[in-house]
């Protein structure tokens, strides 16, 4: 498995920007498919994106399309979530997931997570 740690949330105001970073420590991260979900206050866990170790395979939801990209740099063991025109609907604590095999968009598929990194929009 592969330990992961999340960076770069924090507060922003509806429309900004926000870059976020997960490194992963441990063997073969570029075999592996990473994916960043978020779990706003009272709901369940939502897959946001994900990327297969062929960086042309990705997954992003239907409400961050167009906003959100989803990249990996398999030389720094770091996936990275640029998220984009953000919405007060996008607050919530994102976390960074892996997994040995196809790219999936089920939370059970991922073995290893991060701990998460708040991120919250004010309007």
């Known amino acids: 498995q592969v330990q992961l740690l999340e960076s770069g949330g924090g507060l922003v105001q509806a429309g900004g920007s926000l870059r976020l970073s997960c490194a992963a420590s441990?063997?073969?991260?570029?075999?592996?498919?990473m994916a960043w979900f978020r779990q706003p206050p009272g709901k369940e866990r939502e897959i946001v994106a994900a990327i297969y170790w062929r960086v042309t395979d990705t997954y992003y939801a239907d409400s961050v399309k167009g906003r959100f990209t989803i990249s990996r740099d398999n030389a720094k063991n770091t996936v990275y979530l640029q998220m984009n025109v953000l919405k007060p609907e996008d607050a919530a604590v994102y976390y960074c997931?892996?997994?040995?095999?196809?790219?999936?968009?089920?939370?059970?598929?991922?073995?290893?997570w991060g701990q998460g990194t708040q991120v919250t929009v004010s309007s």
């Open positions: 441990g063997r073969a991260f570029g075999s592996y498919t």
């Open positions: 997931a892996a997994r040995q095999g196809p790219l999936t968009t089920t939370s059970n598929d991922y073995i290893s």
